[in-house]
């Protein structure tokens, strides 16, 4: 054989190479180790700005490559052309704005140029950003150009237009170290180590699943078709950041995710955490993990009905349609390079005892289906879950995680003027709820927070704020435990309020009274005399005379402190928690 036959030959059996990361180059912004450690002292003598939630998570996977090509935050340039036109300033792909939110207060401590430290809530240095650009976005048009909405019924709506703060601040950012995470180090792989991963096993074509809640048969009957299908490995990436409130804890899922894994053939699935704030944006946001999953190194992604969507408005209708988020990747498909594999829903057909595609569903076939809302009752109640609709090794997870007629916590939060009648109407509820019920009710009154909880606090925005989160705080562990928080703060902000709503949400129901009652009929029974003070001037920052309190504008119930007894206000919010299952009738 030839020299040049053999080289040909050579060529033809050389391995597909793995999928480029998105706009070619995986962008790892981490320092070398002694640069790192250089970084990290100076990093002291930096102002330093400690992230929540979603910045931490943001923040892990710009360090880490899976948002390539970003090199940090974006700047003005980028993001208005991202919000737009769903690419950057350069002309690459990206649907979804990252941004790095800060206070005003806080912004006007910066210049362009500034360097930044962020640090994660124990205030460990993770990465220094190069400040380029300080600018206040419009959020509403971020909100109908990103989510199509400006309903905050959407939680990224509700986040975007109620807890993001009002600068944004871009750059480039320098990593020191990696995000600790505690729990199953061994799936928490970054785009180099998994890519690594699938080079050293042969995986060349690979097809991502992304989920945020448990699997069971028919995800893995449409995951295995789908891989079939395209002749690839599977990699099951669920999102373990923050998802939407409500969801299963990702402990839970990742549990189930693991003892779901024996039922694919042997070396045919692999599972991957992935540290992702969801933003539940719909088809923006199934364009953006196609293209995380991208820099991961996979060559295809599942896309189902209804990617990413967060269900339905404050009128009941979906905020998407069941296929928007495919023909969108559809439009986008040259410019994705990762290929999407479109997948109808699986429905069990009892006449075949058999998982079908909804599209291949004919008149004879007796369709069965469970719905969360009754898995979750099945699980409450402790009634038979179907052997046909989840394995058993997964539903003894969910059960042990949701045991039979556990209840369910929750915190009502009573916002309102001073002399309003919160804590009145709270204890009235707190005597009601007692007489039916002998869960653990714990108050966290506002004169009694100020002078435990937040002794030394004073009356800012700033540090208003501050009062509210730590309510907040402490009433979501009071729910993630199943009591109820029963919480009457003046609360007069709205981007507080919903710091407090999400930090409760995130383990059980928030439920939001505004005790409506007019001024006038406030500053009358002002047994105190509070509001003589504020008007003579003897009291600064004193909410509806010197600052403002900014109505609520969807709580789940409005009272008028001064329109009935105390007795029957609370006689309303307990048909509230009745209607909703939180409390038996």
Not at 203 to 218: E, L
Request: hydrophobic letters at 40%; glycine letters at 8%; charged letters at 25%.
């Amino acid at each position: 054989m030839s020299q040049s036959a053999l080289a040909s030959r050579s060529v033809d059996l050389a391995p597909e190479p793995l999928i480029a990361p998105h706009g070619g180059v995986l962008k790892d912004l981490y320092l070398p180790h002694a640069e790192a450690l250089a970084l990290k002292q100076r990093s002291a003598t930096l102002p330093a700005l400690d992230l929540d939630t979603r910045q931490l998570c943001d923040l892990e996977l710009l360090l880490n490559g899976a948002f390539s090509p970003l090199e940090g935050f974006l700047t003005e340039p980028d993001y208005r052309r991202v919000v737009d036109e769903l690419h950057l300033a350069d002309g690459t792909l990206w649907p979804v704005p990252i941004t790095l939110d800060v206070s005003e207060a806080f912004a006007a401590s910066l210049a362009p140029g500034a360097e930044l430290v962020l640090r994660d809530p124990q205030s460990v240095p993770l990465a220094v950003l190069e400040v380029q650009d300080i600018y206040r976005p419009d959020r509403e048009h971020e909100a109908q150009q990103v989510f199509g909405t400006l309903d905050r019924a959407h939680p990224g709506v509700a986040e975007l237009l109620e807890r993001t703060r009002p600068v944004y601040l871009g750059g480039r950012l320098r990593g020191i170290q990696a995000p600790a995470h505690y729990d199953f180090s061994e799936l928490r792989d970054s785009p180099r180590t998994l890519r690594a991963w699938f080079e050293a096993n042969g995986w060349r074509r690979v097809v991502a699943f992304q989920t945020r809640n448990p699997m069971h048969r028919a995800h893995r009957e449409l995951t295995l078709r789908a891989a079939q299908k395209v002749g690839a490995k599977l990699l099951i990436q669920p999102s373990v950041g923050r998802t939407k409130p409500g969801d299963v804890d990702h402990y839970t899922r990742v549990r189930c995710y693991r003892a779901l894994l024996p039922q694919y053939p042997a070396d045919s699935a692999k599972l991957s955490l992935l540290p992702l704030a969801m933003r539940m944006g719909g088809p923006r946001e199934a364009v953006w993990h196609a293209i995380i999953r991208k820099n991961y190194g996979a060559s295809h992604f599942i896309v189902g009905r209804d990617h990413a969507g967060p269900g339905n408005d404050s009128h009941g209708r979906p905020f998407y349609g069941p296929f928007d988020a495919q023909h969108l990747l559809e439009r986008y498909q040259d410019e994705l390079g990762i290929q999407v594999v479109a997948f109808p829903a699986m429905v069990y057909a009892a006449n075949r005892d058999a998982y079908v595609p909804t599209t291949e569903v004919v008149a004879e076939d007796e369709v069965r289906d469970i719905s969360g809302t009754q898995l979750r009752r099945h699980l409450q109640e402790g009634t038979e879950i179907p052997a046909w609709f989840s394995f058993p090794e997964v539903v003894n997870i969910l059960r042990e995680r949701h045991p039979v007629r556990a209840p369910r916590g929750f915190a009502l939060f009573f916002t309102g003027l001073s002399g309003a009648g919160k804590s009145t109407i709270a204890q009235a509820v707190v005597a009601q709820l007692l007489e039916r019920t002998s869960r653990a009710v714990t108050v966290l009154d506002g004169d009694e927070v100020r002078k435990h909880l937040s002794r030394g606090l004073g009356f800012s925005r700033e540090d208003r704020a501050a009062n509210v989160t730590r309510i907040g705080y402490v009433a979501s562990e009071i729910v993630r435990h199943g009591g109820i928080a029963v919480c009457a703060p003046i609360a007069p902000y709205a981007d507080a309020r919903a710091e407090a709503r999400s930090l409760v949400e995130a383990h059980g129901d928030f439920i939001e009274i505004h005790v409506a009652t007019p001024l006038e009929v406030c500053e009358a029974r002002d047994r105190k005399g509070l509001y003589a003070q504020a008007r003579a001037g003897k009291i600064a920052h004193f909410t509806g005379i010197s600052d403002p309190y900014e109505v609520p504008e969807q709580p789940e119930i409005r009272v008028d402190g001064g329109g009935a007894e105390p007795a029957v206000l609370a006689g309303h919010v307990l048909q509230l928690l009745r209607d909703r299952g939180l409390l038996e009738v």
